[in-house]
């Protein structure tokens, strides 16, 4: 008996704690709003660093020079290789621990840029431009190249063409693939708590250590990632039938009312068929042949 009691108590302690998780969910703390504000603009920063780093990768990976295209495939091959937890280790602590680097607080225009921030934006911003350069570089080679050939002939420069006729292009296509890395990128956020940055896990994290409620406060953690990555996915959507072509817009199919009931301007256009059909049968009979 005695043992089944402690079990009962256990089982009690050990249940999940409604409260809490709807108290951190709905009113979550600032150290909390700190951390997940501190995911979001570390995302964007990194996100749009690796975009141009990634730009300018895959246009050396292109280039007719073969040590940028030996550069720019061996900054690939390197950094694809190599796992981000990893590259975080090396860059912050590894640079500081050989006496190359070491990342301190920066003052910029009264806002104190931490060194970890740093050492993280820098990190996640070279990690992401490997995977960038190759998106980027699929882009390009999915456009005819006799447009490029026609804009040579036409006497644009090559830089030029790069410029108004190849990466309008290439935007449409790179797009989608963007928004994959994106989310991939806030989520990668979370590995930032290996080097002390306290970002929305690192806090989480410390919220457990004093509450002991993990299963509570990591659900919280998810809820808020799933509703990051969900508010992106309708910012992408908008931003993909901004940049889609108007001339490959599949045409507006037939509506609710005319599927069920028929009728209406598509329902006389289906009805040509018919008509068609009719007077070709009476030409084939002879019985109205000019």
Same mark, same amino acid.
């Given at each position: 008996m005695a043992d089944t009691s402690l079990l009962a108590d256990s089982a009690q302690v050990a249940g999940f704690d409604w409260s809490f998780f709807w108290h951190y969910l709905i009113s979550p703390s @600032?150290?909390? &709003?700190? @951390? &997940?504000?501190?995911? +979001? !603009?570390i995302s964007v920063l990194a996100q749009s660093l690796g975009v141009v780093l990634g730009l300018v990768i895959a246009l050396a990976q292109r280039s007719r020079f073969a040590a940028l295209r030996w550069c720019g495939r061996t900054y690939v091959w390197l950094i694809r290789g190599t796992p981000l937890l990893v590259q975080l280790v090396l860059v912050y602590n590894g640079l500081a621990a050989a006496g +190359?680097?070491?990342?301190t607080d920066v003052s910029v225009g009264g806002l104190v840029l931490l060194g970890v921030v740093q050492a993280a934006v820098l990190t996640l911003a070279v990690n992401e431009? =490997? !995977?960038? =350069?190759?998106?980027?570089? $699929?882009a390009l080679d999915a456009i005819d190249r006799g447009q490029t050939e026609a804009a040579q002939a %036409? @006497?644009?420069t090559p830089s030029l063409t790069m410029r108004v006729i190849l990466l309008p292009q290439a935007l449409r296509i790179i797009v989608p693939p963007l928004g994959n890395e994106f989310n991939l990128m806030m989520k990668s956020t979370s590995l930032l708590s290996v080097i002390g940055l306290q970002e929305m896990f690192l806090t989480a994290? #410390?919220?457990? #250590? $004093?509450?002991f409620k993990t299963?509570?406060?990591?659900? +919280? +953690? =998810?809820?808020?990632? %799933? @509703? %990051?990555?969900?508010i992106w996915s309708f910012v992408q959507r908008f931003i993909e039938r901004k940049l889609a072509d108007p001339g490959t817009a599949p045409p507006p199919g037939p509506s609710l009312r005319e599927r069920f009931v028929g009728g209406g301007g598509r329902g006389g256009d289906s009805a040509r068929p018919e008509k068609?059909? =009719? $007077?070709?049968?009476q030409t084939l009979t002879g019985r109205k042949a000019y």
């Open positions: @600032g150290t909390f &709003l700190e @951390g &997940l504000w501190r995911t +979001v !603009y +190359v680097y070491r990342f431009a =490997a !995977y960038m =350069a190759e998106i980027i570089r $699929a %036409l @006497g644009m994290q #410390s919220i457990n #250590s $004093a509450t299963f509570e406060i990591f659900l +919280v +953690v =998810a809820c808020y990632y %799933l @509703g %990051l990555t969900t068609g059909l =009719a $007077a070709k049968e």
